[in-house]
Structure formats: C-alpha cells, structure tokens
C-alpha cells in the first residue's frame, strides 16, 4: 500500500498527517516544548506510598504526581536502585529478606530515587503512568539495561526461520553482559554492521543517563525523539512513497534522520513551498472534518455513530436509509446487504480507532444479522483490519445481542478535533460529496437528482463557479438539483433516472 507522510508545522505545534491510499489514517500532535512524552525517562523521587494500590506517586515534575504500579517495577529494581545509591547499608533491609517483596512498600520509600520511563501521557485529570522497566528504543533493536534477554519480533518469527537464528546468534555475539536486546521487524535482513552500530549508539545512550543521575531528582536524563521521528522509526518501510513537509528545520531533521535509517529513499522527502496550505493542499483538513465528527458517513451511504466517555466507547452502526434495496428484494438480498454493510462499518471502525487513538473498553453495535457464518466472517474481517494496529487489542467474538466488544490500549490522549458548528455547512457539504462520489463511481445509475432542501439547494448553485458547477468539472457528470421545502435541513435524497431512491438520510 502507498503512504504518504503530511508534516504541518505551525507556531505552537507540529501536526502530522499520515495517509495509506490517500486515506487519512493516524493523526498525530507534536507540541514544542512538551514534556512528559512516552518514551521520556526521568531520575524521579518517591512522594508516597498507595498501599491500597500496591503502587507509588512518583514526582517527576507534573502537577498530578506520576503512577507507578508495583508490577511495572520489573526484577531488575534491585540492580537499578543499587546504581542509583552507592550506599549498600542503604539497601540492606531489603536485599535480605527476597520473599517478602510482594508489595511495594518491601522495595520503595518515600523520599527515595528512582529511575523511571513515561508509559502513558497525562490523560484527563490523571498524571503519567510509569515503569520502572526501562527500554531505550532504535530503528532495528531495543535495548533493556539489567536484563540478559533475547527478545525476538513475531513477525520475524513466522517469516523465516533462518533469518531469525542469524539474527539470535548475531546479537548473543555483540550483546554486552547485563543488557538485554529486542531484536525489531525493521533488523530483518540488516547488514551485522548496522546492527552493531545501532548497539553501539543505544548503550551511549545509556551511559549518558548513567551520567545524569547524580543531578537532583526531579529531572529528565533522557528526552524520547520528536513525534515525527519516533513515527519514523517504528513504521518505516517500503509502502512510504513521499514525505512533505513545510518546516525546513524539521525537513532537515528528517532528512538527517532517514539518511541514517534508510539512506537509499531520502529522494522521497519534500520540501514545501505551496502558498495554500499543506494539509488544504493534500486534503486531511476534508477528511478531518468529514470522518473526526460524531457522525462518520461510509461510502455506501451508511454512517457510523461515535459515543465517549473517558474509559468507554460506544460504535453503533446505521444502515441510514432503506436504500440500495431493490424493489420487491428476497430476504436473501436483504441479508447481504446488510452484511456489507458491517463489513465496510468494520474497516472504517479499524481506521477510526487509530485515527482517534481510542482506547479502554470499545462496544460496536453492528446491524443485526442472523446468520452464524456471516457473523464468523464479519469477526474474523474486523480482527484482519487491525492486524496492522500498534497499539495492544483484544477483541472478542460477537455475544448474543449481537454485540462486538474489545479493548484497545491507548498510551496519549484521545485526539479531539472541535468540529464547531460554525463549520457545519462545508462540513455537511463535504459528507454529502462523499456519498455522491460513491454513487457516481457505481455505473449502473444514469441521470442521478439530488433532493434536498431549499436553503441547502440555493448554496449549492450559488456563485461562479457553484459548487454544483464544481461536481460537474470533478465527476464529468452533471447532478441535477431539485429543492424540497418538506425537507428537514439534514434531510436529502439521492435519485436515478428510473425514479428509484439510491440513498436517502429518511429513515
């Protein structure tokens, strides 16, 4: 598949788009100056105990307290604290007695160092989330001090076993004792010298760290890279076909940083110099309006409805009109109609949970079907499309109500574009283009009408040229418009030239 990466730089923020099909498919926000990102390690200080929780408030310089849970200590704590602390007397009481370590007050004290890595960003009205089990990440390896694991990808797994005991035995050569190494997708067929670099540069890393923790806690001894950058180094590969940005202090940083990880496709980076905006130009700032709004249309005319709360999301899917229904149809008919319709619901429900960065609990009510192999099919096309999905999910086969649920980790805030109602009327206009694209590129409908109501239907042919006049330069196809005071103003019907309804928002 071709992607396309869209940076826009702005005065306060980075935004960066990036496209698979020249569908928008993750949106990311890089603030300048942020702190607290994931990935970001820090020398924090014990604030205090939770000993409900069997977890610890750690002060790394957020107003709320950091998170950390005595399962994300890790086995190497011990190794860890005894860097930090040069005092054995110190750490005495509690290397002695090694049962009885079950709780986290046995190991962490109020007032005590520690070293920890950011694994989720303040959401809402929490702080960060922490753990202790720290991982310096590369391009090909990821690097774990006081572990002595070799980790290796699935992918790398299941794609061919020879690579894989090259790589083993490759890393067990050049791994230094105490660190452990995940061996990434991205090392699959890497030359041993790059390998060996980037082992080299991830241990440097370390000792810098090693370095800063004798500064006063709170203080951050390691800064993750620039979203962009991380975005990079963790989904790179063949599929990137260009890359624009309009920043050209972040064009050269990417450049830098893809003639070190891919020097054979820096060709593919852009400088842009376009007075129209960037993401205007590429069309995210349409998509963003049409597909981050409660209502999410779907090219056959169907919509999917969008509910949040802070841990709980609710999907429901609407056929939205009885259309695409021939007259007279068998119950036959009527069933696989409905059903791809929920298999285009899913494939868009996949795309919006990472667009969003959805995470918790995820409920999707699709529309009701009877029969046990298509709800087999439809579960098996929903887990197919989040294959691709970094972050951590589960879902779960349909349950009796017909209902589809599964959890999904998130690790940054939820995206939440205000889609105003200031914007409503291009935003309506650019949902009902979408539906009439879908119908033109359907060949077996002649003479397509729009009906509609009458104030919709004087701004579309308002002007020169109208945006009637518009469709007519982009589709070669001319949609005749007929206005309907009985219409409501979200009303609006999609009709042949034999008079049959082809979509309709009239339930």
Known sequence: MNKELIINAEEQEVK??????????????????????VGDIYLGIVKKILYGLNAAIIDIGHSKGAFLHYNDLGFQIDKMLDIIY??????????????DKNSINKILRPGQKILVQISKEPISNKGPKLTAKICISGRHLILIPFSEKIYISKKIKNTNLLERMRLLSYIKKIKPNEFGIIIRTASYKKKENVLNEEMVFLIEKWQKILGSIMKPPPV?????????????????????????????????????????????????????????????????????????????PLENGAYLIIEHTEALHVIDVNSGMNNNMKKNCTESERMNNIFQINLLAATEIARQLRLRDMGGIIVVDFIDMYEPIQRKKLYEHLKEKMKNDRAKHKILPPNKFGLVQFTRHRVRPELNINNQEKD??????????????????????????????????????????SIQ??????????????????FGYNDYQLINKKNEIIYSSIT
Do not use: M
């Open 424 to 465: 409503y009327p291009i935003d309506y206009i650019h949902r009902l283009e979408l539906i009439i694209e879908s119908t033109i590129r359907n060949k077996n409908h002649k003479g397509i009408q729009l009906h509609i109501h009458s104030f919709i239907s004087a701004y579309l042919k308002k002007g020169f040229p």
């Open 86 to 99: 040069t005092h054995k007397k110190f750490l005495s009481n509690k290397l002695e007695k090694k049962e």
């Open 469 to 486: 006049q518009k469709w007519f330069f982009k589709y070669k196809k001319w949609i005749k418009i007929i206005p309907k005071d009985s």
């Open 220 to 296: 951050r001894v390691l800064r993750e890279r620039s979203k962009t950058s991380c975005l990079l180094r963790d989904t790179f590969n063949d599929d990137f076909k260009s890359i624009y940005c309009n920043n050209n202090f972040i064009y050269q940083e990417i450049h830098s940083y893809l003639s070190f990880i891919a020097p054979e496709k820096i060709n593919i980076i852009k400088y842009y110099k376009d007075n129209i905006p960037i993401f205007e130009k590429y069309g995210i700032e349409k998509q963003i309006k049409i597909f981050l709004g409660k209502n999410v």
């Open 16 to 37: 960066i788009a990036l496209l698979e099909e020249g569908k928008l498919l993750e949106l990311h926000r890089d603030v300048f100056n942020e702190q607290f990102s």
